[in-house]
């Protein structure tokens, strides 16, 4: 093992993106203005119990540090096959490894991983892990903010009238070098540290230690490239979108963004229509003021308003307040690309999500990307496309959760009507609406396929949606929103639900007997046990250890049971949002399909990589794979078969699978 942990020059404007601005790692690392400071290095050599505290040692000059990696190419390999890298937030390090030193490891750990497998509702940086685990603590990284081995000029700042002649950044000192030292070598110390500790709890380690590294080799050797014709068109739509928005309010785009001045517009508009503009107001810290947030039912209300004037004055607003993400989204999607050669490197976080499923990362979120609302949105897939000579073959799990949910629950009606691949959605709106659906054709009469499809979409809704104990007004939400448009009133609502728990009684039982053995282990410490392999087990460092039937573990840290009016009640504690969150027998549900259904998707796309087929994404249930043109249809047959095997511990669950051979992301 060898850990590595690069340190880097920034600024007050040269620096990576966090909350706030900034550059995403591939631009960082490749700009003009990128330097490397040092590196600090622990190289085990092989020992079991190796002495990192003096072993350690910081690196710094570029000659000095091509030197020492040279050194280890020659004791591990030009690849280092010999030996594995670890380092904290990897991705960072290893793109520094390739792209400044031209060395690929090809084996890698991310401690940063390891700590999101081991609980990812809870910050992860080195400072964060370091504390939890009871380690010396990391240093503090602003006092080295500018320091710098090259001749740099910066504008001075401040509000002295007259040009400002650039200045000489001063170069940095001996004692300052042996601070970064300090500093560095503490850095890989912890990660050793952590790396020893975090690895034994990592639970199936065989495949996610290959999933952490494939990962991160999306992002380092990426395949995926960018029509940046296509971009440009998107800005400028983007940018037409906002103008038509304002030029129909007859404002200002400023009268628009400002709080106060948009609130006096809203007033009057709300007065002219004869309704009250106090019903739309919130209490925030500084007194009150408009309830326009997402998350405000108020909002709704606005943007459906029977006043044109209303309406116009949100959908001004809304223009101008998220387009210009959608436009920053696509710029630096382009910019990204330019910096890596046209290839778009591919930013996914492993276990972003507490099922282990990945999350977006680099401000691209590709995990993310629109289908189902604006065109202009939708159309940001279709910037993605395959290199020259290659094809993209896109391939999903059909109605997985769904698939899965039938299965894990016993609820083998259901499982067969899936292996028997009868029209399950069609057959429940049926028993809703008490009149055949069937699917849509494409060549019939347009208003009778119009309505067969709003029926089929209704019973996706009663099937996709209602498995996990979705609630009426849920109900009513999720399906007249997109992309269903069912238009349905409360009492259907109603009908779905109890439609669904009376069709699907294995299930609703399942919610009841999850909650009950989640509480058991929680509130006496014991194991115990439900079918098909669901686990439930306590740590000394863990409330619930829930262990799936593929055999990889979830993790609930802090919970606690509370008495209501119903019996005890889950709360589960989120550090990220700073709350406790109410869990029960529909969310633990959910949490273990959508884990399990993750390692359907994770297994399938290595077996894939192993008879040769490249993942190029890896998004919720689907798999893109870059596919030369002449092989691409013989992929998309070994795709589909390989999602719809069925591993050896879900043996009756009936996976099915469907793909396209493309040269777009979008517009399948």
């Given at each position: 093992?060898?850990?590595?942990?690069?340190?880097?020059?920034?600024?007050?404007?040269f620096?990576?993106?966090?909350?706030?601005?900034?550059?995403?790692?591939?631009?960082?690392?490749?700009?003009?203005?990128?330097?490397?400071?040092?590196?600090?290095?622990?190289?085990?050599?092989?020992?079991?119990?190796?002495?990192?505290?003096?072993?350690?040692?910081?690196?710094?000059?570029?000659?000095?540090?091509?030197?020492?990696?040279?050194?280890?190419?020659?004791?591990?390999?030009?690849?280092?096959?010999?030996?594995?890298?670890?380092?904290?937030?990897?991705?960072?390090?290893?793109?520094?490894?390739?792209?400044?030193?031209?060395?690929?490891?090809?084996?890698?750990?991310?401690?940063?991983?390891?700590?999101?497998?081991?609980?990812?509702?809870?910050?992860?940086?080195?400072?964060?892990?370091?504390?939890?685990?009871?380690?010396?603590?990391?240093?503090?990284?602003g006092?080295?903010?500018?320091?710098?081995?090259?001749?740099?000029?910066?504008?001075?700042?401040?509000?002295?009238?007259?040009?400002?002649?650039?200045?000489?950044?001063?170069?940095?000192?001996?004692?300052?070098?042996?601070?970064?030292?300090?500093y560095?070598?503490?850095?890989?110390?912890?990660?050793?540290?952590a790396?020893?500790?975090?690895?034994?709890?990592?639970?199936?380690?065989?495949?996610?230690?290959?999933?952490?590294?494939?990962?991160?080799e999306?992002?380092?050797?990426?395949?995926?490239?960018?029509?940046?014709?296509?971009?440009?068109?998107?800005?400028?739509?983007?940018?037409?979108?906002?103008?038509?928005?304002?030029?129909a309010?007859?404002?200002?785009?400023?009268?628009?963004?400002?709080?106060?001045?948009?609130?006096?517009?809203?007033?009057?508009?709300?007065?002219?229509?004869?309704?009250?503009?106090?019903?739309?107001?919130?209490?925030?810290?500084?007194?009150?003021?408009?309830?326009?947030?997402?998350d405000?039912?108020?909002?709704?209300?606005?943007?459906?308003?029977?006043?044109?004037?209303?309406?116009?004055?949100?959908?001004?607003?809304?223009?101008?307040k998220?387009?210009?993400?959608?436009?920053?989204?696509?710029?630096?999607?382009?910019?990204?690309?330019?910096?890596?050669?046209?290839?778009?490197?591919?930013?996914?976080?492993?276990?972003?999500?507490?099922t282990?499923?990945d999350?977006?990362?680099?401000?691209i979120?590709?995990?993310?990307?629109?289908?189902?609302?604006?065109?202009?949105?939708?159309?940001?897939?279709?910037?993605?496309?395959?290199?020259?000579?290659?094809?993209?073959?896109?391939?999903?799990?059909?109605?997985?959760?769904?698939?899965?949910?039938?299965?894990?629950?016993?609820?083998?009606?259901?499982?067969?009507?899936?292996?028997?691949?009868?029209?399950?959605?069609?057959?429940?709106?049926?028993?809703?609406?008490?009149?055949?659906?069937?699917?849509?054709?494409?060549?019939?009469?347009?208003?009778?396929?119009?309505?067969?499809?709003?029926?089929?979409?209704?019973?996706?809704?009663?099937?996709?949606?209602?498995?996990?104990?979705?609630?009426?007004?849920?109900?009513l939400?999720?399906?007249?929103?997109?992309?269903?448009?069912?238009?349905?009133?409360?009492?259907?609502?109603?009908?779905?639900?109890?439609?669904?728990?009376?069709?699907?009684?294995?299930?609703?039982?399942?919610?009841?007997?999850?909650?009950?053995?989640?509480?058991?282990?929680?509130?006496?410490?014991?194991?115990?046990?439900?079918?098909?392999?669901?686990?439930?087990?306590?740590?000394?460092?863990?409330?619930?250890?829930?262990?799936?039937?593929?055999?990889?573990?979830?993790?609930?840290?802090?919970?606690?049971?509370?008495?209501?009016?119903?019996?005890?009640?889950?709360?589960?504690?989120?550090?990220?949002?700073?709350?406790?969150?109410?869990?029960?027998?529909?969310?633990?549900?959910?949490?273990?399909?959508?884990?399990?259904?993750?390692?359907?998707?994770?297994?399938?796309?290595?077996?894939?990589?192993?008879?040769?087929?490249?993942t190029?994404?890896?998004?919720?249930?689907?798999?893109?794979?870059?596919?030369?043109?002449?092989r691409?249809?013989?992929?998309?047959?070994?795709?589909?078969?390989?999602?719809?095997r069925?591993?050896?511990?879900?043996?009756?669950?009936?996976?099915?699978a469907?793909?396209?051979?493309?040269?777009?992301?979008?517009?399948?």
């Open positions: 093992m060898v850990v590595i942990d690069f340190e880097s020059y920034f600024d007050d404007d620096k990576m993106a966090g909350k706030g601005d900034g550059l995403s790692t591939i631009e960082y690392v490749t700009h003009h203005d990128y330097e490397t400071l040092g590196v600090s290095v622990f190289d085990t050599c092989g020992e079991n119990f190796p002495d990192y505290e003096n072993k350690t040692q910081f690196i710094y000059s570029e000659e000095r540090i091509v030197s020492h990696f040279r050194h280890l190419q020659s004791k591990y390999g030009e690849d280092f096959a010999g030996c594995t890298i670890v380092a904290q937030n990897a991705r960072f390090d290893l793109t520094v490894l390739l792209k400044r030193y031209g060395i690929k490891p090809r084996y890698h750990i991310d401690t940063l991983a390891l700590a999101r497998a081991w609980n990812s509702r809870c910050n992860n940086d080195l400072e964060a892990i370091t504390k939890r685990l009871g380690l010396p603590a990391k240093g503090d990284t006092e080295f903010r500018g320091l710098t081995f090259r001749s740099r000029f910066k504008k001075p700042k401040g509000r002295k009238k007259g040009p400002k002649l650039p200045v000489q950044v001063p170069l940095i000192t001996p004692e300052q070098i042996e601070k970064l030292a300090t560095a070598n503490n850095d890989a110390m912890r990660e050793w540290e790396f020893t500790i975090l690895l034994p709890r990592l639970s199936r380690p065989e495949l996610e230690l290959w999933l952490h590294q494939h990962t991160i999306l992002f380092l050797c990426p395949t995926l490239e960018v029509d940046y014709a296509k971009g440009d068109e998107l800005c400028k739509l983007m940018e037409s979108e906002i103008e038509k928005a304002i030029s309010t007859g404002l200002t785009r400023d009268d628009l963004s400002g709080n106060i001045s948009f609130e006096k517009e809203m007033v009057q508009a709300l007065t002219e229509a004869a309704d009250d503009p106090s019903a739309y107001f919130k209490e925030g810290k500084k007194g009150k003021l408009l309830a326009i947030a997402k405000d039912n108020e909002r709704k209300f606005l943007e459906g308003h029977a006043s044109e004037r209303v309406r116009l004055l949100m959908a001004g607003r809304e223009a101008i998220s387009w210009p993400l959608h436009i920053a989204r696509v710029q630096r999607i382009m910019r990204m690309a330019r910096c890596n050669g046209g290839k778009l490197p591919v930013p996914l976080k492993s276990h972003g999500a507490h282990g499923r999350s977006g990362g680099e401000k979120n590709l995990q993310n990307l629109g289908n189902r609302g604006h065109k202009l949105v939708n159309a940001v897939r279709e910037m993605i496309i395959a290199p020259p000579g290659h094809k993209l073959v896109i391939v999903d799990a059909a109605a997985v959760e769904a698939r899965g949910l039938a299965w894990i629950a016993g609820q083998w009606d259901l499982v067969k009507k899936f292996c028997d691949n009868a029209e399950v959605y069609c057959g429940f709106a049926s028993k809703v609406l008490g009149l055949p659906v069937r699917k849509p054709k494409k060549n019939g009469i347009l208003a009778i396929e119009a309505m067969h499809k709003r029926h089929r979409n209704l019973g996706k809704v009663g099937v996709l949606g209602c498995g996990y104990g979705m609630g009426t007004a849920r109900i939400e999720y399906a007249n929103g997109q992309p269903y448009y069912c238009d349905i009133d409360y009492a259907m609502a109603e009908k779905i639900r109890d439609t669904y728990r009376a069709e699907n009684p294995a299930i609703t039982q399942f919610w009841k007997d999850i909650e009950r053995a989640f509480i058991y282990t929680a509130k006496y410490g014991k194991p115990c046990e439900m079918p098909r392999g669901l686990k439930f087990h306590q740590t000394h460092d863990c409330d619930v250890v829930l262990t799936l039937p593929s055999n990889r573990e979830l993790h609930y840290h802090k919970v606690k049971l509370v008495d209501d009016d119903y019996g005890e009640k889950i709360e589960v504690y989120n550090e990220l949002e700073h709350c406790w969150g109410h869990v029960w027998g529909g969310h633990l549900t959910e949490n273990v399909v959508q884990a399990f259904c993750r390692d359907f998707l994770m297994e399938s796309c290595f077996r894939l990589e192993q008879m040769g087929h490249h190029a994404l890896r998004v919720h249930d689907e798999l893109v794979i870059v596919s030369p043109e002449d691409a249809e013989q992929c998309l047959m070994d795709t589909i078969t390989e999602m719809s069925r591993p050896l511990w879900a043996q009756e669950c009936p996976l099915s469907e793909g396209v051979v493309t040269t777009r992301y979008g517009g399948h």
